[in-house]
């Protein structure tokens, strides 16, 4: 059987059509991670840019290493969208694991822990690489073309849309009160925090806020 086609392969229609499709793959992990890395090439072309806000070498430099910041973060994006999908599937294989005798109920039982545990993992690097994404959008608007300012800010909040998005499938996946998945819920929260700490540098008329379960939600003020 011929490996399925990474999803970045297809046309954006097909690509459209596969998250529209009842399959439990790809879904909001994988669509996170392509918000990010969305974000990150729309980065990338504000970086790249010839012109700065000003002219000046400083605002150059800032932009050359904001571009590499997010061709960095955007490669890894790329990545995390089938990285996801693979990581759902293993979960769902785990769970169809027999269980009649006790060695098979204790075999499965691990299976579903290494899947989930990778399942709770590559989201939490999604985040981290979408707050990646942020920060060079904020350099970008900071300094870049302010022909290209709002473009900047799109880049921003697509990387904040998939942020919220990997933080609610981390906590989807990471069991309550086990101890193996506090890692993953601290680095999200971690990557939360710092970006609501952006928020106001962009200049975005939003209000980030943090609901009771822990998970991401974005109002107006």
Same mark, same amino acid.
């Not at 790329?78 to 027999?98: F, G």
């Not at 929260?189 to 998970?215: K, N």
């Given at each position: ?72 973060? !955007? ?86 849309? !998939? ?59």
């Amino acid at each position: 059987m011929a490996p399925e086609r990474p999803l970045l392969d297809l046309s954006c229609r097909e690509l459209l059509e596969r998250f529209a499709s009842p399959e439990p793959t790809p879904g909001g992990g994988s669509a996170a991670a392509l918000a990010g890395a969305l974000g990150a090439a729309l980065v990338t072309m504000v970086c790249a840019m010839p012109k700065t806000r000003t002219g000046s070498a400083e605002e150059r430099s800032s932009l050359e290493a904001a571009l590499g910041r997010a061709r960095e973060a !955007g490669d890894r994006l790329r990545a995390l969208v089938d990285e996801d999908s693979a990581a759902y599937q293993a979960v769902l294989a785990a769970y169809r694991l027999p269980k009649t005798g006790e060695a098979e109920k204790s075999a499965r039982q691990a299976a579903i822990t290494s899947a989930l545990t990778r399942a709770t993992e590559v989201p939490a690097q999604t985040a981290e690489a979408c707050l990646s994404v942020m920060t060079a959008a904020a350099e970008a608007a900071r300094h870049g073309n302010p022909r290209a300012l709002s473009d900047a800010r799109t880049a921003w909040l697509l990387a904040l849309a !998939g942020l919220a998005g990997a933080i609610e499938n981390v906590r989807i996946n990471a069991r309550e009160g086990d101890p193996t998945y506090a890692p993953f819920l601290q680095r999200a929260q971690a990557a939360w925090a710092e970006a609501r700490t952006g928020a106001s540098s962009m200049g975005i008329p939003l209000e980030l806020g943090v609901i009771e379960q822990g998970g991401a939600v974005i109002a107006p003020p």
